[in-house]
């Protein structure tokens, strides 16, 4: 039973609703700068009933208990992955507002370090428990510590630091999802001029203090495949698929200079003057103006076109082929890519 439901049980009323139409009462209810609504506030405010009436309505959905949003305006216009992040980021925060000062760490620090993953985000909130030992008590996962973990604070909750979370991270979930956040942590492109959130050593040193701990394998498969030169999540899956398909590891992040542009950096370069590019929907459709999207492609194609000019070869590929591995795989043989070795079922 909620404390909605209680609420009413026990006959709680207010005079927060008038009659009539709901319209955009949700506006005049307690929220955080999150944009949560805790059932503690809208009681001390008086306005249980219409918290109760719009979470009836299915104005108000609960993401935790006692703690709601506004659908409306959790929504927003974002593509899917970032909308499942956002999502799964508000509930942690929700936990935080009901939970006795928690840290979180794994996916929970993840998400509010804003770091990406691929595949789905959990239902459950990882906390530390405090203690050497471990439990999982419905939608909270109690990871255990032997000894003080480094935190920092982000949107005002206590988090396990960028280092600490990676480790875990990569004990329990699965090796694409947290490479895939080891890489933007780890992020330092020579044309971003964006410092990275760490660096492999320090991701090593935390590792190295920690051990033995459970699950360290995984999490030294995750370690050792990190790199600084990953420019997006597609480029991570991309060099997970072709491992998995047996393709030479290409160099990352090669710098072609070209006659009337800027340099470009390949996402991929192999020997024999081969090189790959992993560009995501986003490059091309990213914006709202028809004419910006055009000399978006224009540019892009004149690039190319110079591209092909130093280059013997050339593959592009998308998220659904280094998803699905065999597109992927037809294009890189099409440009002579080597194969080092036999292909092996998929691992990540």
């Known amino acids: 039973m909620d404390d909605l439901t209680r609420s009413e049980s026990s006959g709680g009323r207010d005079r927060s609703v008038e009659d009539g139409p709901i319209g955009s009462a949700a506006e005049h209810l307690p929220a955080d700068p999150h944009g949560l609504i805790a059932y503690a506030d809208a009681l001390r405010a008086g306005q249980t009933r219409t918290l109760y009436?719009?979470?009836?309505?299915?104005?108000?959905?609960?993401?935790?208990?006692?703690?709601?949003?506004?659908?409306?305006?959790?929504?927003?216009?974002?593509?899917?992955?970032?909308?499942?992040?956002?999502?799964?980021?508000?509930?942690?925060?929700?936990?935080?507002?009901?939970?006795?000062?928690?840290?979180?760490?794994?996916?929970?620090?993840?998400?509010?370090?804003?770091?990406?993953?691929?595949?789905?985000?959990?239902?459950?909130?990882?906390?530390?428990?405090?203690?050497?030992?471990?439990?999982?008590?419905?939608?909270?996962?109690?990871?255990?510590?032997?000894?003080?973990?480094?935190?920092?604070?982000?949107?005002?909750?206590?988090?396990?630091?960028?280092?600490y979370t990676i480790i875990q991270l990569a004990r329990h979930a699965r090796l694409g999802a947290a490479l895939v956040a080891a890489d933007a942590a780890l992020r330092d492109m020579p044309f971003l001029g964006e410092p990275p959130l760490t660096t492999r050593t320090k991701l090593f040193e935390m590792h190295d203090q920690l051990r033995p701990y459970h699950r360290s394998r995984r999490a030294e498969a995750v370690l050792h495949r990190a790199t600084h030169l990953s420019g997006s999540p597609l480029e991570t899956v991309s060099r997970l698929a072709m491992e998995?398909?047996?393709?030479?590891?290409?160099?990352?992040?090669?710098?072609?200079?070209?006659?009337?542009?800027?340099?470009?950096?390949?996402?991929?370069?192999?020997?024999?003057?081969?090189?790959?590019e992993s560009d995501g929907d986003s490059k091309y459709t990213a914006g709202d103006d028809s004419a910006e999207t055009s000399a978006r492609l224009l540019a892009e194609k004149a690039r190319e076109d110079e591209l092909r000019r130093r280059l013997k070869k050339l593959a592009r590929w998308g998220w659904r082929d280094a998803w699905t591995g065999r597109p992927l795989e037809r294009k890189l043989l099409r440009v002579g890519v080597p194969r080092v070795r036999p292909a092996v079922p998929r691992f990540w």
């Open 244 to 276: 998995e398909l047996g393709f030479a590891a290409p160099l990352l992040q090669v710098c072609i200079p070209l006659e009337g542009w800027a340099d470009a950096y390949l996402d991929f370069y192999w020997d024999d003057d081969i090189g790959g």
């Open 53 to 163: 009436t719009l979470n009836r309505a299915g104005s108000l959905h609960r993401i935790w208990p006692g703690v709601y949003q506004d659908l409306a305006a959790g929504r927003g216009n974002r593509p899917g992955a970032e909308a499942k992040a956002l999502s799964y980021r508000r509930r942690v925060l929700a936990a935080a507002r009901r939970l006795r000062d928690p840290v979180f760490t794994s996916w929970s620090a993840a998400a509010l370090l804003r770091l990406p993953i691929i595949g789905d985000w959990p239902e459950e909130v990882y906390v530390l428990s405090g203690s050497a030992t471990g439990s999982r008590r419905g939608a909270i996962v109690r990871v255990a510590t032997r000894s003080g973990a480094p935190e920092v604070r982000v949107d005002g909750v206590r988090v396990t630091s960028v280092e």
